[in-house]
């Protein structure tokens, strides 16, 4: 049996959808289930069939077979070393090594470190942290996440982003850029951007959403452009899902020059990568002038995920990490 663990504490960080993305990856092929801290969290996973809550006070626990847990930003419980597990997975997914240690030390404390296998978000998370282990793509659902018939062209030119709604996922001058932006005539919307402090324009050139407000597909094929970058002073991008999912639905993508992103989003080829507000402006402005590119750009970038994110290509690694019984 899999255990994929996470405390579930919302449905729109990348941590718990890269958890049910494993699970729907890999649903059929191994025997799994996925837990969820307490009863309330469980239908934050969308999949109640598999879904059990994590609840060791009342005995509530996974007790043999191959233990995952999807992120390292919360602490491993006493109630691990009871069980017997024939391998521990960490998917390390932060950008702070410290959090990774400490969990290797939680799991060294509880005598199960030699059967322990790290897995990082991204190449520069693996380098950063000085554990070895395999890069491990978070899975995209190509067929949810995938191009609309046709572009809409009864509608302004629209940039947008989505994320988790903290002030660390937004650049410090983004509020700033998108006024320039509506200044220009393009439509801005930014679903997870509350924290930014911007008051929408009466008009509507910038629509501020919270986190979760629509569904995310439905959000992206709202968009003709995906803009993302962080406060990289407090948080640099450990792998950046939601620009997989941008590029699998067919959007030309421009991001931040520094995160886990930058190793998939090949700068002029399947996206752009800018180093500051000036060149995000003129990039986003370039590609509302130049629709052809936008759409070698979004084809581009759906090929990279077809190649690299999707069911096939992802499904073999995540067998090898997490079946059962597997060397």
Known sequence: MLHLVNPFNTRTAGSENRCIGIARLLRGAVPLRIWAAGFRNCANT?????????????????????LAFCGTYFPIESWVGHGR???VVLVHNMNHADYLHARLKELEALGLR?????????????DASGVDGPVLPS?????RFCPAPAPRVDRPFTVGRLSRDTASKHHPEDAALYRKLAAAGVRVRIMGGTSLGLEPDPDGSIEIL???AEPPEAFLRSLD??????DVSRWVEPHGRVVTEAMAT?????????????????????????EDSAGALAALLALRDDPERRRRLGAAGRAVIEARFGHESCR????????????
Not at 46 to 66: C, I, K, Q, S
């Open 46 to 66: 969308g999949l109640p069939a598999l879904t059990r809550p994590l609840r060791p006070d009342l005995g509530l626990r996974p007790r043999r077979g191959v």
């Open 85 to 87: 597990f024939e391998r």
């Open 114 to 126: 030699d059967r322990t296998v790290v897995a990082h978000a991204a190449a520069w998370c693996r």
């Open 139 to 143: 899975p995209v659902d190509t067929e």
């Open 210 to 212: 919270p986190a979760g």
């Open 225 to 230: 452009c995906f803009f993302y970058r962080t």
């Open 250 to 274: 067919g959007l030309p993508v421009v991001c931040g020059a520094v995160g886990g992103h930058t190793e998939y989003v090949v700068d002029g080829e399947a996206g752009v990568l800018v």
């Open 316 to 327: 073999a690694l995540h067998l090898e990490l997490f079946r059962p019984g597997a060397a």
